[in-house]
């Protein structure tokens, strides 16, 4: 072999190699989401890769190796993971209950969902599982199930600090995860973990259609009519006293008719008021 052959092979090997590092970074970088294994690939690719470019003999020729394995580790978990994230399961059928009201059928049954069953139905998914692993433990932070085409299940990781929306943005469509990382956390882990859980259990323990039915009760003795609603929205979340004189979880009933907000009610989950705004009468 003469040694233009070599030096064109060598060529080649260095293109190669400087692609797949180029890929392996952009996956370990952009789409691996924040967690151990994004740091562990990016160590297996940088520490490995200096040691390749600076040393000779069989020492360059191993953690060439071990470069181009962390290459395609990286790349090929980056589309598992994105695929894993676009195909994160279904809605549980089994979180709605039979035990609907009058409505109910209007809004998609969002009104006889029980948010315990359908945090449970997340926390089966394979790709709930992928997450655990990556972020450790999570905690179910806040729901929002609009009508007649959104439900939204919130978790917090503690560990990494991230943010995992589970998202179902259509009818009969699959979750789509969304990962992000907080710049702060505005509640200890602790705070969102006690009052999440005993709030979702008190919350179905009245029924979403309880809520619902209060707040229409509550507009008619203000108004003297019922809002008009043709769209709803029902959301659990954890506030602060900073916007309201109460701190956990509240249930936040907001109704609209022809795209004009007619019905906004907070409670707390014992169904206690703590905010209404003035309905509108369409």
């Known amino acids: 072999m003469n040694q233009v052959s070599v030096d064109a092979k060598a060529i080649i090997q260095n293109i190669i190699i400087a692609l797949l590092t180029a890929a392996g970074l952009f996956c370990s970088l952009l789409l691996l989401t924040y967690s151990w294994v994004k740091i562990a690939a990016m160590i297996a690719i940088l520490l490995p890769g200096t040691v390749w470019l600076v040393t000779h003999g069989r020492v360059r020729k191993v953690s060439k190796y071990v470069v181009i394995g962390a290459l395609i580790f990286a790349i090929g978990f980056a589309s598992f993971e994105s695929y894993m994230f676009s195909n994160a399961g279904y809605p549980s059928p089994a979180a709605v209950q039979s035990t609907g009201t009058a409505g109910t059928a209007g809004y998609m049954g969002i009104l006889s969902i029980s948010l315990n069953r359908l945090i449970q139905g997340i926390e089966k998914s394979p790709t709930y599982a992928l997450l655990s692993a990556e972020h450790g433990k999570t905690n179910p932070e806040s729901i929002k199930l609009d009508s007649p085409e959104w439900i939204e ?109 007619t019905l906004i009610c907070d409670f707390e989950p014992d169904g206690t008021l703590i905010y209404m705004s003035l309905p509108t009468v369409t």
Do not use: C
């Open 153 to 261: 299940v919130d978790f917090y990781g503690e560990g990494s600090n991230t943010y995992l929306p589970f998202i179902a943005p259509y009818p009969g469509d699959q979750y789509h995860v969304q990962v992000e990382t907080y710049s702060g956390q505005l509640f200890s882990s602790s705070y969102v973990q006690s009052s999440s859980q005993q709030a979702f259990s008190q919350i179905d323990g009245k029924g979403l259609s309880w809520f619902y039915d209060r707040a229409l009760e509550l507009a008619q003795n203000r108004t003297g009519t019922t809002p008009k609603i043709d769209s709803l929205s029902v959301t659990m979340t954890v506030e602060d006293e900073i916007y309201l004189s109460y701190e956990g979880v509240t249930v936040q009933i907001k109704g609209s008719y022809q795209g004009q907000g």
